[in-house]
């Protein structure tokens, strides 16, 4: 899984990064053979003015679903990641599911031709061609 980080306005120093990295690994490691690239850009929104203005955009995607986008606001920017981090593990799953059912849904559907089979009690017998 290769991740790579972004900051707007905002100083991210080597401590900031390798907790980002950190809890990305712990949120979405299970699943690194699905997920190719995440990006996360961090980011002051209301710069020295300070309040509930530090933002962690995440942006992942998965084969055969569209790009899943989590975003956070806090006060705290670790605890944005954080909570970006969690929520992003939860999606990911919930969409591995998700696609797991419907290859086996359609797998189900798939079945052998069912009516090459006679109905049970018919009495009759199929041959080879």
Avoid at 21 to 50: I, K, M, Y
């Amino acid at each position: 899984m290769q991740i790579t980080i972004h900051a707007r306005d905002i100083n991210v120093d080597a401590g900031l990064r390798e907790h980002v990295q950190r809890r990305l690994h712990f949120a979405l490691g299970w699943a690194e053979q699905h997920v190719g690239r995440v990006s996360v850009v961090l980011s002051d929104l209301n710069g020295p003015r300070g309040g509930a203005d530090k933002c962690c955009r995440l942006r992942c995607a998965l084969p055969g679903t569209p790009e899943m986008v989590i975003e956070d606001t806090q006060a705290d920017l670790a605890t944005a990641i954080d909570r970006v981090a969690d929520r992003a593990g939860r999606t990911l799953a919930r969409r591995l599911a998700r696609q797991r059912e419907s290859r086996h849904a359609h797998a189900r559907q798939q079945g052998p031709d069912d009516e090459l089979r006679p109905p049970p009690g018919s009495g009759a017998t199929t041959t080879a061609a």
